[in-house]
């Protein structure tokens, strides 16, 4: 079955704790990014990447690390995570968008709370 | 400045009556893409539809139609018949060819169906 995967699904932690966030696709995308959504805002795009060792900044990257060792893996980092840091997370990923009739597959979210 | 602006923050219907969505977006590039999830009350976000700036043909998918007009840059988005399963939140998206495929979305329109 196509899916994109995250883990975790649920996370409550404490500031400053360093924490990753995992994403893996098994279609062969070569495009992933990641997004969070905070009520009023929508989805707000952090990082993406085109291909393997491709990584661009999107709106929000600030206080995000990502890496794109694999083409099936995007994990997200948050090396000191803050309060302002805490939403819901969504992974996705896709062909190149360029690609006719490509949508974006997206994870199931995960929640996380920075205490 | 938002790139993408669905100025609807939340509609409720009575079921069968028919609802668009409003979706603006502003761009500079002539080649972009135009695309529409909806995110039930369970959470996940499920695409819709895609459309590239060169293909201005309205889409008809069942009771969902789309309109697109470069004209006016909308992309808006009616329901037909509405139904209780339509009961979620609409997001409008645009992806830009020149940024290298960032996406940018809406704030989200909350639809709600009364039986």
């Known amino acids: 079955e196509a899916q994109v995967t995250q883990n975790p699904r649920y996370l409550i932690t404490v500031t400053g704790k360093k924490l990753t966030v995992t994403c893996s696709q098994n279609m062969n995308h070569e495009y992933m990014s990641w997004y969070r959504q905070d009520p009023g805002l929508g989805l707000r795009q952090i990082y993406y990447s085109m291909n393997v060792e491709v990584t661009d900044k999107g709106d929000v990257p600030e206080g995000y690390k990502v890496s794109r060792k694999e083409k099936r893996n995007f994990p997200l980092i948050l090396e000191s995570p803050s309060p302002n840091q805490t939403s819901l997370y969504f992974c996705a990923s896709s062909k190149i968008p360029g690609q006719r009739n490509q949508p974006q597959h997206f994870g199931d979210g995960t929640r996380l709370s920075i205490l | 400045a938002q790139k993408v602006t669905q100025a609807q923050t939340e509609i409720s219907v009575v079921e069968k009556e028919d609802v668009t969505l409003d979706c603006v977006y502003e761009t500079r590039d002539t080649t972009y893409y135009l695309f529409w999830y909806k995110q039930p009350p369970s959470g996940e976000l499920v695409f819709l539809i895609r459309r590239n700036s060169f293909d201005e043909q309205n889409e008809i998918s069942g009771r969902y139609s789309w309109n697109f007009q470069k004209s006016t840059s909308s992309f808006n988005f009616t329901i037909t018949a509405s139904q209780v399963v339509d009961s979620a939140v609409y997001f409008c998206?645009?992806?830009?060819?020149?940024?290298?495929?960032?996406?940018?979305f809406g704030t989200g329109t909350s639809l709600t169906v009364i039986p």
């Open positions: 998206a645009l992806s830009e060819m020149n940024t290298g495929n960032q996406f940018y």
